[in-house]
């Protein structure tokens, strides 16, 4: 048969091969299982390899999920309000658009995991791990991120209103436009953060570590600066702060 006369149907074969392999909602948890749009609310799924699996649109709400491993899964879009996600490993997982609010996180390991977009209004990440995560546009409103470590992760226009990270590890970290006003940072760090017209209004940087820290057109009204470092920061006007400067820019 003449190539020409072949060409339709490699097309087709293409087409075909390209497509995602479908769901199957009744496949027992696994590596690699795809779950994508099935209803699992509530399911126990404590401890469970999930690694590479397909969740996308799933709805997991109210779902046990303690101690799972979800390194590299796709949870793209998917709901997860109010499920119990404590010491779950999620490396380079997807959650983009993911709904996690009221979500319990604590003690999570979600580096370099992609969270854009996604809604952690209320969750709990007490101690969690999201070293190098994508958190651009992420809603955090209320969270409690006390103690997490978030070293470079990105947080451009993230919304972190009333959200609690004292003691927070932010070295690095992008927060350029976020919204952080009514937020506690006593104590946290945030050596060569990038605050740039950051809304930290009324928020808690008591003790916070700024050093080398870009805060140019930061909104830093009624802020807490008490004990503050800011050394070497460049402050609001884009002057440089002085070696020493505590509690102000000097």
């Known amino acids: 048969m003449p190539l020409r006369a072949w060409c339709p149907f490699l097309a087709s074969a293409l087409i075909l091969g390209a497509l995602p392999a479908a769901a199957d909602c009744g496949a027992p948890p696994g590596p690699r299982v795809i779950w994508t749009g099935c209803d699992k609310r509530g399911t126990d799924l404590r401890g469970l390899d ?17 101690g799972a491993r979800l390194t590299s899964a796709d949870l793209t879009l998917a709901k997860l309000r109010e499920a119990q996600l404590e010491e779950v490993r999620a490396t380079d997982a997807r959650f983009v658009g993911a709904d996690l609010s009221g979500a319990r996180l604590d003690g999570a390991v979600l580096d370099a995991a992609s969270l854009d977009r996604a809604s952690l209004k209320q969750a709990t990440l007490v101690g969690a791990s999201l070293k190098g995560t994508a958190l651009y546009q992420s809603d955090l409103t209320g969270a409690d991120l006390s103690g997490a470590w978030l070293t470079k992760a990105n ?31 006593a104590g946290a760090s945030l050596r060569q953060a990038n605050l740039e017209e950051a809304q930290l209004i009324a928020a808690d940087l008591s003790a916070a570590d700024l050093s080398d820290a870009i805060l140019v057109k930061a909104d830093l009204s009624d802020a807490r600066l008490d004990g503050t470092i800011l050394e070497r920061a460049r402050w609001v006007d884009r002057r440089r702060c002085a070696a020493g400067s505590v509690g102000g820019c000097r």
């Open 155 to 185: 947080l451009l226009q993230a919304r972190l209103v009333g959200a609690k990270l004292a003691g927070a590890n932010l070295d690095g970290a992008n927060l350029k436009r976020a919204s952080l006003e009514n937020a506690v940072l």
């Open 50 to 66: 999930l690694r590479n699996a397909v969740l996308s649109r799933a709805d997991l709400s109210g779902a046990d999920l303690r």
